[in-house]
């Protein structure tokens, strides 16, 4: 790995017209177009979104909702995790929840978008093949699954590393640095850690050699600071997992790491971009500023735990951050048509997730009618019938959380684990949180709901699934279906309210 971008000349990525850069321009377009999924559907077809929106319903009320004050609490903590949750409190004043949250859906891949050209054009004052091939891990599987804060924070790091840079030698560099870190661990913490790495990697790869490298250990120090409300426990979980089967499950994040919508269209991505990789690294065209980040991104995906700070998939996160800041590393010149196949890369994967965006959310807006039947403030019981063997990321697992944000109703889907979330069930001898929404069946397995144990402290019962089940509770009366779904209203349960 080089420490220095060299500058070529002819047809090459920066093919410079009037004194203008052509793929920077190139790249402002995709940076736009990236959000065209969000534009096209009802409301972001993101997993974890509806539970996201229920939990911002239920922080955003304070209170007023008799529903929502008896089946839920909500306890603010200064964590790094609030992203989405500090931008939604002023933007739901002007435009209100649901449109707040779709803005903000939207937002979070253009301004990736735009990150991913500032540090491109701050380091080699041009936008390359390899920083509009970075392009494609823009809908990577964390923000498909919803995860908002950390999609945030990645793109206000890839920011943040931009100006580390260009304010190179300028004395009040880490007074500045200071309250940038705490915005960027605000959002979530492995954002923060991501920018910490990538600081890191560029002032080691600008050492003369490896025995003069210990000040990079300390280059960052202006960024350490957020450590301290970690270490008096404010908003930390300290609980870590690294789950069962550990090593099928690393060698799963990785060749997943651009798992979207088509095994084969995925499949076919991760190999396009690895071979180039290769081949950058082999021709020695891979910018030491950015590939040292990379690659401890890569090791460190592979060392910390699945579950960390009460999130899920901590390691699976970074995975695709490494492939992202790796593909920016590649400082290789190359032709027009080289950089268009970057570019198409990028739109024929968007092109499937707009498609998919499409099609799921006219399944939604028919399955949403179900609530129409659900009086303020019931108790619902959501099933979500899933493969335990799929590829794409289900658009609806979560989506039983509308019945908060549109009927205050007690639901079981919604992210509310005590110790776990800020959002939690006053009654916690009823455990009606997720996971207890999933149904996991086999190809060959029938679904039978009269066990379905959320079901016993629900009044309806709303079940999501392409496979009909092969019985319902005793008693259940269906009172709305589409071929996606259906409506039940349950037997009175016998226990008391």
Known sequence: MHGTAQLESGKTAEFRSGGRDLGFWLGLLMAFAASLPVIVAWAPQMTDYPS???????????GRDPFLTKYFAFDWEWTGNLGAELAMVPLSRVVGLETAGRIIAGLIPLLTGLSILAVAWTL????????????????????LMGFLNFSLSMALALFAFALWVRLEGWRWRPAVFVPIGFVVWLCHVSGWGVLGVMVFGYEWSRRESWR???????????????????????GSNSKMSYGRFLLEYKWAILYKSMRS????????????????????????????????????????SMAMPRHIFGGDYADYRLVTSALLVACLAIDWPAPRWGVALAAALFFVRLGVTTQSWYEDSRTATQMIAALD???????????????????????????????????SAMENSNFALPDVHMLSMRDRSVRFADPTQRVLYSPKQRIDLRRFR???????????????????????????????????????????R
Do not use: C, Q
């Open 124 to 143: 080699r004052g041009r936008v390359t093949a390899g920083a509009l091939l970075a392009f494609a891990m823009i809908w990577s599987p964390s923000l």
């Open 261 to 300: 919508h088509d095994y084969w269209l995925d499949i076919a991505s991760l190999s396009v971009v690895v071979l180039l990789l290769f081949a950058a690294l082999v021709a020695r065209r891979i910018d030491g500023r950015l590939g040292w980040g990379a690659l401890l991104l890569l090791l460190l």
């Open 373 to 407: 039947h659900v009086p303020e403030g019931a108790r619902v019981a959501t099933a979500v019938a899933i493969p335990r063997r799929r590829w794409d990321f289900g658009s609806f697992e979560h989506f039983g959380s509308y019945a908060v944000v549109r009927r």
């Open 212 to 234: 003069k490298g210990w000040p990079a250990f300390l280059a960052p120090w202006p960024l350490i600071f957020p450590m301290l409300p970690m270490l008096l426990g404010m």
């Open 52 to 62: 996201h929106l229920a939990g911002f319903k239920v922080m955003l009320d304070h």
């Open 454 to 496: 959320p079901a016993r402290h629900a009044d309806f019962l709303w079940y999501i699934g392409t496979v009909k089940p092969v019985a319902l509770p005793d008693g259940a009366r269906i009172l709305y279906s589409t071929p996606n779904s259906f409506l039940a209203r349950l037997a009175k349960r016998a226990e008391s």
